[in-house]
């Protein structure tokens, strides 16, 4: 019963290190997700996959990528990391088309640049 | 462009409490309205949700109330337990594109339950 699946749980980088976040899902779902979350700011949408083979901007996209290697998996990549984007990173997905269909999220990963 | 606003926290009650979280948001159109939940360590997890004005989404006693007129979402519980303390997030549906939605988030409420 795994749903989303986020590797790793935490990382330390210094600045200029690049990284990636690894997420699969197990759930068949179309669409994938990738948020940050900082304190008192809620969880911002970076990027977004509505289907394997394509991906978008979210809100705050600069200094990110991502690849959806296929319908399961969907990484986030960091190319050169800066303090800023230390946050916790969520993954997540959603099924069925319609606004009303809730997105599943993964247990984060939380990221520290020094 | 489409925000949501939620009451500042932490908010601390006793076991047994009544429990009130508002939010209200802005939008152009009729969003669909959710509430998430995070407990310690985990990911968030839906709540509740309403479509349509005047819906009402309920689940594990937790009610709120889709109010077009008010523009607003507040998430309530009529007795509140030591397992409710968790942080929850008011989000919208912004938009949907190829079947992929875009929610906005508020920026959470951290709730404590003392027994």
């Known amino acids: 019963n795994a749903g989303v699946t986020q590797t790793p749980k935490f990382q330390v980088l210094k600045t200029g290190q690049s990284m990636t976040l690894q997420c699969a899902q197990d759930m068949n779902h179309n669409s994938m997700y990738w948020y940050r979350q900082d304190p008192g700011m809620g969880l911002r949408l970076i990027y977004y996959?509505?289907?394997?083979?394509?991906?978008d901007k979210g809100e705050v996209p600069n200094g990110y990528n991502v690849s959806r290697l296929n319908k399961r998996e969907f990484s986030l990549r960091l190319e050169s990391a800066a303090p800023s984007q230390t946050s916790v990173y969520f993954c997540a997905s959603s099924g069925r088309q319609g606004n009303n269909q809730p997105q599943h999220f993964g247990d984060g990963t939380r990221l520290s640049i020094l | 462009g489409n925000s949501v606003t939620q009451m500042e926290g932490p908010v601390t009650l006793s076991e047994e409490a009544f429990l009130t979280i508002n939010c209200t948001y802005t939008a152009t159109g009729y969003p669909s309205l959710f509430w998430y939940v995070q407990y310690p360590g985990e990911g968030l997890q839906l709540l509740l949700k309403a479509t349509k004005a005047d819906d009402k989404g309920s689940n594990k006693g937790f009610e709120a109330t889709y109010r077009k007129e008010t523009t607003s979402f507040h998430l309530e519980k009529g007795s509140v337990q030591v397992s409710d303390s968790a942080v929850y997030f008011c989000?919208?549906?912004?938009?949907?594109?190829?079947?992929?939605?875009?929610?906005?988030f508020g920026q959470g409420t951290r709730l404590t339950i003392n027994p």
């Open positions: 989000a919208l549906s912004d938009s949907v594109i190829q079947g992929a939605q875009k929610l906005v």
């Open positions: 996959s509505a289907s394997e083979g394509t991906t």
